[in-house]
């Protein structure tokens, strides 16, 4: 069932269509105005890397510029940007972490960590 996106002449506006038959397809109308003035148009696509690209991608020096590894906050988002990149959900843990390391925690012996 292939989605279509449409252009409405009136109003300009962009609008998603489902076609559940390709036989008994019904006219697009615009989502927004109800218009029947509409264009079809290209729709964006996803094109998936292999492991080996997201990899090369992360390695490319221009990802890196700002990446400082003595501030934590900088560290955090560089790991939230490889964990998405490779598709893992990171959780709020890391930031949690890294908040804690910047800040600094105290030990269940009642010393501070830094």
Known sequence: ?????YRCLD???HSTVL???LANQ?????SHCKGIRVE???SRFASPKSEEARLEALADPGNLAGLNEND????ARFMEKMGKEMGEDLGDDLSEAMESS???SIESDG????
């Open 1 to 5: 069932m292939p989605l279509y996106e």
């Open 11 to 13: 109003c300009k506006r």
């Open 19 to 21: 076609v559940l038959s």
């Open 26 to 30: 019904a006219p697009a109308v615009c």
């Open 40 to 42: 079809r148009i290209m």
């Open 72 to 75: 934590p906050q900088s560290m």
């Open 102 to 104: 910047e800040t600094g």
């Open 111 to 114: 010393t501070d960590r830094l």
